[in-house]
């Protein structure tokens, strides 16, 4: 199942919204918070602002570590005034907004509104261990500092 980028807006707009990502097959699904029940082994919160993401516990920019092989979810508060939006990768392309090493393909990105929460099940695997990144690609918001190392280990 492939959502585009305005399908995926529309579902998770200002509502909780879970996807599961089965990185092994390539395969995003999107689940209603109302039927997902998937066992999560870690639940990570992580706040966004101007110009920050946040994971509970450690300060804005600080790295956030992830274990492999295990169902975590990231919820995200947008805590902040303006749309943000979060990408999983490295190596940063500013004119394309986004990593040209993506972590969550074929997944792309989430985008939260103000005042919005959501969040994304992931379950990575060894060969994605290693330092990533998080970044916040709306225009700007990259360049003023709005990532963070992501790390699977
Ligand atoms: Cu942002």
């Not at 990185?23 to 101007?50: C, L, N, P, W, Y």
């Not at 993401?53 to 295990?70: K, L, S, T, Y």
């Not at 969550?104 to 695997?125: Q, R, V």
Request: charged share 25%.
């Amino acid at each position: 199942m492939n959502l585009n980028r305005r399908e995926m807006l529309k579902k998770t707009g200002k509502v909780a919204g879970a996807i599961t990502l089965a990185s092994m097959v390539g395969t995003a699904t999107f689940t209603r918070s109302a039927s997902a029940h998937t066992d999560i082994d870690q639940e990570i919160t992580i706040t966004m602002g101007e110009m920050f993401f946040q994971a509970d516990g450690q300060g804005a920019g600080e790295a956030i570590r992830v274990p492999a092989n295990q169902v975590v979810r990231l919820v995200f508060k947008n805590e902040g005034s303006v749309l943000h939006d979060a990408h999983f990768g490295k190596d940063a392309d500013l004119d394309g907004r986004k990593y040209n090493d993506n972590l969550s393909a074929p997944f792309d990105m989430l985008e939260i509104p103000a005042g919005g929460e959501a969040w994304l099940t992931f379950t990575f695997t060894d060969d994605q261990k290693g330092e990533w990144e998080i970044g916040c690609f709306q225009l700007g918001h990259y360049e003023a500092g709005m990532s963070a190392p992501f790390i699977v280990e």
